[in-house]
Structure formats: structure tokens, C-alpha cells
């Protein structure tokens, strides 16, 4: 059931571990909660340069499928027809950064997927890479599935501490009771946050209201 605060939003971005989203796509199609939102990205996307008809209706899309065969990853967002923006991948070797800048409400957003097992270092270096390319003057926002453990999560929250952004989500994002799922934000408290069901995924969807 969709929260009542959420109905009440008019802004709200969504991130989703899918597990497949063209074995899921139309679970995502007839989610209710994620025809509230304006932008949705989802990663584990599990597609190739072969799959095509990938579209959700009155929704744009940006795909950052990380190889042209089919692997277990791969980044998509969906940004709301109306709503203009600019996207860029800002991969690494093993880290899929997919930066997105909305253009009114003027918002940046880095979605992250960081595979499990990924070493600290090769995570920070994406995360700096992506953070210089972005003004984090502006209000941004760094979404995604970090896989973290209990000293990279540590390693993880001060990292971007330093960079002036804070760590929101507070309950578990798995079915296994773990929080990996995460949202940064680098300003004050936002409208409101939470987490979905899911009944498709391992993972459960992360969201934020501008």
C-alpha cells in the first residue's frame, strides 16, 4: 500500500535493486507506489544492446547498461515526460555511477550501484570521481545500492561526511535485514524518505520527496 505522505508529494525519486527489469517489468508497470514518483531508477537491470522495448508510459529513459551482452547489472532511470533533464555515465571499471540534473526542480542525483564484495578503494574512487564532475554546491543527491558491510558502511558515511552529505535511511532495505539500499543527501532535512515493499525483489525500493 502506497504511504498516505507520498500521495501528498509532488516530488519524489525512487531507487530500486529490481533484479531484472525485463523479467519485472510489468510488476514495475502495475507498482502504484512508483506511478507517484517523478523519477525512478533501478539497477541490476540485467539487459543487453539487444533489448529494446524497454519504456515505461509517460516516462523518459536513460539506460547505463554496463556491458552490450548480458551481465547481472546495468543501471536504468525513468524521469517523468514533463520534466526536462540532462544524464551522463560516470562508470568505472567496476562501480556504475549514472548521473542525472533535473532541471526544474533544479536537483542533482548520482545513483550508484556498487557490486557485492566491491573493495572500499575501488568505491571511494568512483564516488570521487563522480562528486568532482557534479556541483555539490547545488542541492544533490547520491542514491544506490552501496553492498556494504559493517566497515565499509562506517568507511561509507564518513566518506561522504566529509563532503558534507548525510545518511537517511534507517531501516533494512533486504529481505535479509540489512541496509545497503542508501540515500545521501548534502541539505537539510528533505519533505520525506522511506522504504517500499517489494514482493519481487530481494531489495526494497528507497525513496526521497523534494
Known sequence: MMPQSMKQMTFIICFHNAQSIKLHKDDIIAERNFASCSVLIFVETKLSAKDCDINLPAFNVHRNDFSNQHSPYGTIVFVKSALSFNSQRLNTPSVEVTFVQIAEPK????????????????????????????????????????????????????????????????????????????????????????????????????????
Open 107 to 210: 536537483v542533482n542525483i548520482l545513483a550508484v550501484y556498487s557490486r557485492p564484495k566491491e573493495t572500499w578503494r575501488n568505491l571511494k574512487q568512483a564516488l570521487e570521481a563522480a562528486l568532482y564532475t557534479v556541483d555539490t554546491n547545488e542541492k544533490t543527491i547520491v542514491i544506490g545500492d552501496f553492498n556494504t558491510n559493517s566497515i565499509t558502511y562506517v568507511q561509507l558515511c564518513s566518506f561522504m561526511q566529509d563532503h558534507s552529505f548525510s545518511q537517511i535511511i534507517n531501516e533494512p532495505t533486504t529481505n535479509n535485514s540489512t541496509t545497503i539500499d542508501l540515500i545521501f543527501i548534502n541539505y537539510e532535512q528533505p519533505k520525506d524518505f522511506g522504504v517500499l515493499d517489494s514482493y519481487y525483489s530481494h531489495h526494497k525500493p528507497v525513496w526521497i520527496a523534494l
